[in-house]
Structure formats: C-alpha cells, structure tokens
C-alpha cells in the first residue's frame, strides 16, 4: 500500500505569520515527514496579497505549492509572481473568478512520483467578488480526465453551510477539500463516507492576540465606527499555527486520515 502525506498551511499572515510558519516548519518536517507541503498566502504580504520577498522567504522553508484567495491582488506589484517562472506553476488563485485575473486556477504537482491536482475556489455566500458558482465550476474542472493520482481542492469561502455541502458534493470525486478564508479553525475535520477528506476550516497562521490575524484595538474601533478601516497587522506576540496533516491512500485513491496540526509559538 502506498500512502502520501500532505501538510497544508491555512492562510499565513504578514510577517509575524510567515515567521511562525518558517519556524513550525523545522520541527513539523522532521516530527511527520510531509511528501508535499502547500500553503494558502492570499494574506502573505502586509495582510494583503502577495510579493516576490514574501514568497521568497518562505520558498526557504521549501514549501512546495501555493493556494491563494479573495485578497491575493491587493498588493499590486506581487501581481507579478502569477507570471513569474519561479511560481506560476505552483501558485495558483481562485480558479472561478469571473472578471480576467492574472494567474491560473488550478495546477499538478509532482512530488515522489504522485501527480497531484491542485485547485483553488471562491465560494459565493458573503463574498464580494464575482464568481462562477463553485459547484458548476468543480464539475467543469473534474470533468476533464487528468493523469493525476489526486485532486486537493482548497475551498475559500466564509459560509460554512456552503463549505460543508461541497464537501459533499466532490465527495468521491476528490482526495479533499481544505476550507480557508475566515482565519478561525474549525474542529470539524473528517473523511467522508466516499473518501474525501474535508475540513471547513484551517484556520490562520499569524498573530494570535488579534482579531483573525489583524491588530485588535483597530479592529474593535472598526465594529463601533465603520468608517474606519485599516486594520494593522501585530508585530509581535505568540503565533498560532494551523495545518492540516493529510494520509491519502493512493492505491485505494482515497484519504486515510485527516489531523489538526495546531502549535502556539514564540513571536
Ligand atoms: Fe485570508
Ligand atoms: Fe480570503
């Protein structure tokens, strides 16, 4: 029996959260042997999208693949990492986003002789941007045949009812979906009765002190006075981390486990 153990990192946050990975990552890799290891950076730089010093500092931690989300364009000039022959085929944005974007939906992997299919989605529910509906969109992406072993599916969406029922709905169909967005980790992570792993969400690695990663005080100001609207990021303080430790049995194409990966470090 052949089995391939994923390590996949909820959204890392600015510095603080990209320090934290960089640093959990030391221990994470010896305590459980990741053949891949993929992590959301839609928040990477500043909070806001990505840059090429961002995702330099954290190829050091050799973090294989990439996921991204609603924020990944903010910063302007990280815009460019989506064409830039160092990432572009290991960094992927929300692949049923309507309006034209840089970058692409979905990319294959091959780690240890394992072709893996790597898809990022934006979910409709409480979300602003306009999309293709996630489930219309899955469907399209699966129903090319791909010589791939397996299909991850990061699914980036604020609604856990819209979450869970995709879960469902892949069921069978993909080795797992990975919920990211809301930077707060669910306990909910389990295996489907057709096989697919699903958790609804990862959760942030960033500041733990905070409110989902973001400087707290400028956070609360903001409930009481929605004109104001710049949230910092903390500099300093303990750091949560949040992964996902994923068992897939590849002759039986199907996940064998799904664990939490939850350590509170140092800042
Ligand atoms: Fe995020
Ligand atoms: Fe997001």
């Known amino acids: ?45 500043h909070g806001r999208g990505i840059s090429v010093k961002s995702l330099l500092e954290l190829d050091t931690s050799g973090i294989d693949a990439y996921t991204s989300g609603n924020h990944v364009w903010e910063n302007t000039q990280g815009v460019t990492c989506f064409d830039d022959p160092r990432w572009k085929d290991r960094l992927v944005r929300p692949g049923n986003i309507i309006s034209g974007r840089p970058g692409r939906g979905s990319t294959i992997i091959k780690k240890c002789g394992v072709r893996v299919l790597i898809i990022n989605l934006l979910g409709q529910i409480f979300m602003k941007d ?33 979450k869970e029922a995709f879960g469902h709905y892949v069921d069978g169909r993909a080795a797992a979906v990975f919920g990211t967005h809301t930077h707060v980790p669910t306990a909910d992570q389990k295996i489907l009765p057709g096989g697919t792993a699903y958790v609804t969400d990862i959760g942030r690695n960033g500041a733990m002190d905070s409110v989902i990663g973001f400087e707290k005080n400028s956070a609360v100001t903001a409930f009481l006075d929605p004109s104001t609207k710049s949230y910092g990021l903390p500099k300093h303080g303990k750091i949560e981390i949040n992964a996902i430790l994923l068992t897939i049995n590849i002759d039986a194409k199907r996940a064998a486990s799904i664990d939490r990966i939850r350590k509170i470090v140092d800042g």
Do not use: C, W, Y
């Open 1 to 45: 029996m052949t089995f391939f153990k994923i390590l996949f990192f909820g959204d890392i946050i600015g510095a603080i959260g990209r320090d934290g990975v960089i640093r959990a990552l030391q221990e994470l890799r010896m305590e459980l042997s990741p053949d891949l290891i993929i992590a959301n950076v839609e928040n990477l730089s």
């Open 130 to 162: 306009e999309v293709m509906n996630p489930f219309k969109a899955i469907d399209g992406i699966l129903r090319d045949p791909m010589d791939v072993d397996l299909a991850l599916i990061d699914l980036h969406a604020e609604a856990t009812s819209e």
